[in-house]
């Protein structure tokens, strides 16, 4: 018996050492619109990320965080103002979550709206209006998932530039 006791607990103790799975959470189309870049911009440079431009008016459609799951979202506003064809590299509003693996989605360039541009933990929760804020010529939302300031371009692999989405279709998944 005790035997059979030290073999199972040391096959309980060798399973709690095992890595586990990391979850896969999708992300999904955080507005309506036509996918304008992935992994290269049209002039060759790299991109690294999905943009999605709705091609209306700015400020019109409101955008929602892309990651299914209730994470937390840390908000950064730089601009209060109604931005839609950029103010500058480095002044776009930002929505961000960390993973444990140590990846950041960020989503980029959306119009602050006082109701809804605020920290929050929340599954597909508005953040704010599909705007233009950053270096940009025109409004849109950028998605990218990146480590230590090098971007992934395998989460959305599927996604291919010039498709049209709707809101909450599959881009890809993270986590």
């Known amino acids: 018996m005790h035997d059979t006791m030290k073999t199972t607990l040391a096959t309980l103790m060798s399973l709690a050492l095992l890595p586990t799975a990391?979850?896969?959470?999708?992300?999904?189309?955080?507005?309506?619109?036509?996918?304008?870049?992935?992994?290269?911009y049209s002039s060759?440079?790299?991109h690294g990320a999905v943009d999605i431009a709705?091609?209306?008016?700015?400020?019109l459609w409101i955008v929602t965080v892309p990651v299914k799951g209730s994470l937390s979202w840390n908000v950064t506003i730089r601009t209060t103002s109604k931005v839609c064809h950029g103010n500058g590299s480095g002044n776009q509003n930002e929505v961000k979550h960390t993973f444990a693996n140590g990846y950041?989605?960020?989503?980029?360039?959306?119009?602050?709206?006082?109701?809804l541009s605020k920290d929050k933990t929340c599954d597909r929760c508005g953040i704010g209006l599909e705007g233009g804020t950053g270096g940009v010529t025109g409004?849109?939302?950028?998605?990218?998932?990146?480590?230590?300031?090098?971007?992934?371009?395998?989460?959305?692999?599927g996604t291919v530039k010039g498709e049209y989405l709707e809101s909450g279709d599959v881009i890809g998944n993270v986590g």
């Open 22 to 40: 990391a979850t896969a959470y999708p992300v999904v189309a955080p507005h309506a619109g036509t996918v304008t870049a992935t992994t290269y």
């Open 44 to 46: 060759g440079t790299f």
């Open 54 to 59: 709705s091609g209306t008016t700015c400020g």
């Open 104 to 115: 950041t989605f960020r989503m980029w360039h959306f119009i602050y709206d006082a109701a």
């Open 139 to 157: 409004p849109h939302t950028h998605m990218q998932y990146d480590k230590s300031g090098t971007n992934s371009t395998s989460w959305y692999s």
